[in-house]
């Protein structure tokens, strides 16, 4: 999602996000339709993160 995305979206309906702490939570994440996360910092170093 851009810049871009999250402006045309912007009062036509409400975002979801969620702070995640681990790979299993960004999955769930995902699988679950939310639109941000917020990625605690150990995770950017994740090999599976990045896929």
């Known amino acids: 999602m851009t810049i871009a ?3 045309a ?3 036509t ?7 995640i702490e681990s ?4 999955s769930a994440a995902e699988q ?3 639109d941000m ?3 605690a910092p150990q995770l950017l ?6 896929t």
């Open 45 to 50: 170093k994740h090999p599976e993160f990045a």
């Open 13 to 19: 309906r409400q975002l979801s996000m969620l702070r």
């Open 23 to 26: 790979i299993e939570e960004a």
């Open 37 to 39: 996360i917020s990625v």
């Open 5 to 7: 995305d999250l402006r």
């Open 9 to 11: 979206l912007k009062r």
């Open 32 to 34: 679950a339709g939310i």
